[in-house]
């Protein structure tokens, strides 16, 4: 197990290699000048050198990317001065010469062209709140799209089933972004006075007597919109897996020796049929973090989703690589986790 596991991280690093050359050659061939949305139209010739002298946009892009793959990699090699210290997180600096030092050292995602924040401080007043935001949104969809799963499957061609089979289809084919609108506009303005939910609002709002407040009412909605897809899409995969195994010939014998529905659907089927669910809520609690870019942005929650936005706005694209390169890691973590949960649920799945 430790092998493969190393070896997946082998190819995850090589994963995010990718994204970053992706993203980075992107940002770079677009036509912004991330030093004048810093100024303004109106700064001189002067000021824009110097912000550009500032954040390394001076040089040709192949030297950004170097300076880029040296700031994210764990060990880097950098000038030995306080200056140039100051900006990294160190855990230990070898000398290699009387001007530079080779680094173990945490990534740096750059500073903030808007702000000058570190993009990592940046990340983390708002991941959290995208965090929360995805994990009730998975919750919420997990639970009740098992159970209805298994209500399917056990009514199979009643109108039950047909029912929530018709409403999965719906829930898949819906967007994100216009089920989110739409429902805004239903339960946050038309049936405000009897859901009390708002239209928009964070998960912290801000009370001049108390100072921040944690203001659950406001997750609502875009928990629901967010899981709206994975909700469906666990409908249709528990009922499938279930129906499968419902037909197996160690399920029968359960039934002739006399063990009750309920022992044979939770003890003996379930467990069984959860595979490809176990994959479908991976890879969408991974996705949950990239949708909610929509979700945050329409129901105004500050989450990463919100913050990217507005700094893909502002060309502030420090900030949006450091959240896709989070997003990314996010999607490789998992694949890992899901591969070894695998062998933990399923005892047929052997790791080699």
């Not at 070896?7 to 940002?27: A, E, H, N, P, W």
């Not at 429902?183 to 912290?204: C, D, E, K, Q």
């Not at 009750?260 to 479908?280: C, D, S």
Request: aromatic fraction near 12%; include cysteine.
């Amino acid at each position: 197990m430790i092998s493969y596991t190393l070896r997946k991280i082998g190819y995850g690093l090589v994963v995010m290699l990718g994204v970053v050359v992706v993203v980075f050659f992107l940002f770079n061939i677009l036509p912004v000048d991330p030093a004048r949305m810093t100024q303004g139209q109106r700064a001189d010739v002067q000021s824009l050198q110097a912000v550009r002298k500032e954040f390394g946009l001076d040089k040709s892009i192949p030297v950004q990317f170097a300076y880029y793959l040296n700031d994210l990699s764990p060990v880097g090699a950098h000038l030995n001065t306080p200056e140039e210290q100051a900006k990294y997180h160190y855990a230990r600096l070898f000398p290699v010469s009387t001007t530079h030092v080779l680094a173990l050292k945490w990534p740096y995602l750059r500073r903030s062209y808007q702000t000058r924040k570190e993009v990592a401080a940046t990340l983390m007043d708002v991941i959290p709140n995208t965090l929360v935001l995805a994990t009730t949104a998975m919750i919420f969809a997990t639970l009740i799209g098992i159970f209805l799963g298994i209500v399917c499957a056990v009514r199979k061609d009643t109108w039950l089933d047909k029912f929530w089979v018709s409403f999965s289809v719906i829930g898949v084919s819906a967007p994100a972004f216009f089920a989110g609108i739409l429902i805004a506009w239903v339960f946050g303005f038309v049936l405000s006075r009897y859901t009390g939910l708002n239209m928009s609002g964070s998960l912290f709002t801000y009370d001049p007597f108390k100072g921040e407040v944690l203001t659950l009412k406001n997750l609502m909605l875009p928990m629901v919109t967010l899981g709206l897809r994975p909700l469906a899409i666990i409908v249709q995969l528990t009922r499938s897996a279930m129906l499968d195994v419902l037909g197996q010939d160690y399920i029968r014998t359960a039934r002739a020796k006399g063990l009750g529905q309920r022992t044979i659907i939770y003890r003996h089927a379930l467990k069984n049929a959860l595979n490809p669910v176990i994959t479908a809520i991976a890879s969408w609690f991974a996705s949950l973090l990239a949708g909610s870019f929509f979700v945050e942005y329409i129901f105004g929650y500050n989450g990463l989703g919100k913050a990217t936005v507005d700094a893909l706005e502002k060309a502030d694209f420090p900030v949006v690589m450091g959240s896709i390169l989070f997003i990314a890691f996010i999607f490789v973590v998992i694949s890992i986790l899901v591969d070894l949960l695998y062998a933990a649920v399923d005892p047929r799945v052997k790791l080699s």
